[in-house]
């Protein structure tokens, strides 16, 4: 299977970049995800890209993708502390019959 | 409201003492699947199904049962719990079964089994 990879905490103070990074394996994956966490609650997908961009931004959210290396970052801008949450890092395949999650970064927003 | 509604929230049970979760979904997705959550491991597939009748493993089948008999619920069964199966698990559903597909997840059950 997949391995996708995730550090596991950051923290940064209200106003500053947060840059969350992942890592995977499998060269074809096809859809990468980023779903966020609020304690208590279920995933909700935030933002997505497909493996033939380089980029994609969404109002605060950039996402990066480098298929060279098979990484792939969450830049947040402007960090609230209504950002504070565990960030997961998705893949999957087009056929859609498994995806892989990382293990979560737990963002720490400081006032 | 569109939304994933698992059952119950909480649960706390005795090793080998059968258990059911309930999971269901009132956007007529086709696709429906269960995870397990676990710190440091992120989320882990369970099941997953495509369609009525239709559902497969994924990478942590063992110890787990499911059925779709209906489009709309996806049960989660646990024949003979045992305490390497507490965790936080979430049911979650996607309209369609290819290209990307953004999925709708429940609240999560947190399992207990003692």
């Known amino acids: 299977g997949e391995d996708v990879e995730q550090s596991l905490f950051l923290s940064v103070r209200e106003g500053d970049s947060s840059v969350i990074n992942c890592t995977y394996t499998?060269?074809?994956?096809?859809?990468l995800y980023w779903y966020k966490q609020e304690p208590g609650a279920g995933l909700q997908l935030l933002t997505y890209i497909f493996s033939n961009m380089d980029m994609k931004q969404d109002q605060r959210l950039t996402v990066l993708l480098n298929k060279k290396d098979k990484h792939l970052s969450l830049r947040i801008a402007d960090t609230q502390t209504g950002d504070s949450a565990i960030y997961f890092c998705?893949?999957?395949?087009?056929?859609?019959?498994?995806?892989?999650f990382g293990s979560g970064t737990k963002l720490n927003v400081k006032p | 409201e569109a939304q994933v509604t698992q059952n119950p929230r909480y649960l706390i049970t005795v090793t080998g003492k059968k258990l059911t979760v309930t999971c269901s979904q009132n956007?007529?997705?086709?696709?429906m699947s269960w995870y397990r959550q676990d710190p440091g491991l992120g989320l882990r597939q369970i099941y997953y199904s495509m369609n009525v009748e239709v559902t497969d493993k994924g990478d942590v089948p063992e110890g787990y049962k499911v059925s779709r008999k209906e489009k709309r619920n996806f049960p989660l069964i646990l024949e003979s719990p045992s305490p390497n199966q507490t965790s936080l698990y979430f049911c979650?559903?996607?309209?369609?079964?290819?290209?990307?597909?953004?999925?709708?997840f429940g609240s999560g059950t947190q399992l207990s089994v003692l």
């Open positions: 979650a559903s996607s309209l369609g079964t290819v290209g990307w597909g953004k999925l709708f």
């Open positions: 499998d060269s074809s994956s096809t859809y």
């Open positions: 998705a893949v999957g395949p087009y056929n859609f019959n498994k995806f892989y």
């Open positions: 956007m007529n997705h086709e696709y």
